[in-house]
């Protein structure tokens, strides 16, 4: 035995307890213990059946993740498995918190499991970009059945325990807080019943229906390939089910294991564990310690009813805090409670909840055109439109308002949060909440430091985001703050190279191929070309002008960038060809033709020079934290590890630096090189000598 692993006895059962924080994840150590812990439990002639449980917040969640690429140490899982498949005396798993990925493996290697109302279990290796490597994709589906272990594996999701009792997974289901006591009495009747070591390995009942029947699997590729476009994970899980029905167990592993080493030594596998860390990497803020102390947010005020403003107030409603909602004007007040109202009845259309939660969720909603009525509030979120001198005026007003102890927050995505900040007498209680819009639906919450903010405010508003499901990350006062800053990258030299002869239709085919979800001109004609444009005042100088003028404003015209047919599909325009070949004429712009490899490079590696820029002003924590925008923001996909991964290891920096260096010379000061990144290409060459 080791320090993570204890044998005691309970009358005639043994019971192997593991405790491994934080999530008893199966590192060699564990490994070790579980191989050492059930040899002695076999040998133990007084013990009659063997409970496996775990101490601490859950049962094992799964290989260790940090150990994946180092040389393996300590006995391996198969031989672990294998030793409690073969015990010659049952074995139940005592299953609470979460039995996940090689945790479940470990699970259905026993021959009994019992869980408690609260546990839950899944395979989520494919969102590491792996499969199960234990055993999972062979036995899963003979638990299962074949159409629910497609399911789970593809998607990851976690079962319920109610869920897994019904699907086989679980035997029994025993009272929260007494597992112990639930999984020893299971055992002792299994032993009492003197009831078969069921070995899931030899079962076939559940596979068998599935057997020669490739269609089953045809309709699911199909029915998910929107979903898990680009990775590669999903169809691998889908082979090795595939395996499990058609092949004898033991081929099936074989199968299982060529396919995972495939896998795990992956680019998009390496990239998708990097996010599962950079994900957990982000709520830690270095210079505000974890005990900070956090203002107790109970009643949140929003100024400004539009979309922004109903948006974000939807999430405080949602999450159980109550919102007031501050209009000038009385209509247009009426006009954005309307809008939210619209939007809940749609999602109760949709199955989302009841339509009685509609009016429960309205209810928490006072809206009102006084100012004064968020003195009380606990934190307030400015969402009006913007303009410097409005938003001042609005944050003096708010300083003499609001209680004291209170935050004040600005949704601003462009202006200085510091300037802003100049309005109050308490520049501490001043943040950047920018949300992204659709702001109910959009994941990302840029939560933006301005030079006085308190640890106190920080802290809870890292707090509230994910108390409101958003990730938070914490970045600091710069011009598009770090996701837009980005973007600005990528537009400026979209829209330089359709001047020089690529087409619009061009260059988003390569960023959605790369996997984006579309490119920055289909994004304009879903947006609308004539944001923030006006016929009267328009001078027919840009391109935007000129598509504008034609009534060509983007899908809601049936026109843009590209012609929509009626059911909004897009074909590329020979008209908007015209136009820009025109256009660059006129201005002695050489058109030429211009490879994808061309446009891919201008696009993005731009975006990773502007990260290392953001690095060096630190305006953000890590590189990590930029990756974490971007695909939460953006949809930047998460097979490709975020641009600052994909330009480090995908890319490679020094070839980052030598294509903005030929850019630069070509193309000007737009690809000067981040000094951080001549640093670090610099550092690398001389340690490699
Ligand atoms: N390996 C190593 N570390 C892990 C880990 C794992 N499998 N799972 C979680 N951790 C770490 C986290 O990084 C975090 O560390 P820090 O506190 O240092 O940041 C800590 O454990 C706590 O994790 P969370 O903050 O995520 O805690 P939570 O309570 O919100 O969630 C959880 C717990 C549901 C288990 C969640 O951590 C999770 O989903 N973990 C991953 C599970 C998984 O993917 N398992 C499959 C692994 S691959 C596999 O098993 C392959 C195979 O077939 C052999």
Redesign the pocket.
Known sequence: MNEVTTLTREGDIAVVTLNS???N???ANVREGLFEGFKAAIADDAAKAIVLICDG??FI????????GQAPKGPG?HEVQAMIEDAPKPVVAAVH??A??????VALVCHYRVVVPSA?M????V??G?????G?TQRLPRVTGVEKALEMMTS?R?ASAKEAHESGLADAIVEEGKLLEGAIAFAQKIVADNAPLTKIRERDDKVAGARGKPEIFEAFRKSIARKTRGFLAPEYNIQCIEAAVNLPFDEGMKVEAKL?REL?TGEQSAAQRHV??A???V??IPDVPKDTPQIDVKSVGIIGAGTMGGGIAMNFVNAGIPVTIVEQAQERLDAGLAVVRKNYENSAKRGRFPMEEVDKRMSMFTGTTNLEDLADKDLVIEAIFENMDVKKDVFGKLDKIVKQGSILATNTSALDIDEIATATTRPEAVIGLHFFSPANVMKLLEIVRADKTSNEVIATSMSLAKKIGKVGVLVGVCPGFVGNRLLAQRQREANKLILEGAMPWDVDRVLFDFGLPMGPFAMSDLAGLDLGWNKETSKGETLRDLLCERDRRGQKTGAGFYDYDENRVPSPSKEVEGIIRQYAEERQIQQREISDEEILERCLLPMVNEGYKILEEGKAIRASDIDIVWIMGYGWPRYRGGPMWYGENSVGLEKVLERMQHYEEKHGPDFKPAAMLEDLVAESKKKAG
Do not use: C, M, W, Y
């Not at 996940?100 to 493996?105: A, K, R, W, Y």
């Not at 899944?122 to 290796?125: F, I, M, R, V």
């Not at 792996?130 to 234990?134: D, E, I, N, Y």
């Open positions: 924080p934080p999530v994840a199966l590192s917040r859950t969640a799964g290989a260790d993740i940090t150990e994946f899982l918190g979460t996940l990925g090689g945790g479940l493996e839950r899944g395979l989520p290796e969102n590491l792996l499969l199960p490597g234990a999972g990851g976690h995972f795990v599962f860390f994900e957990r990497q709520a830690k």
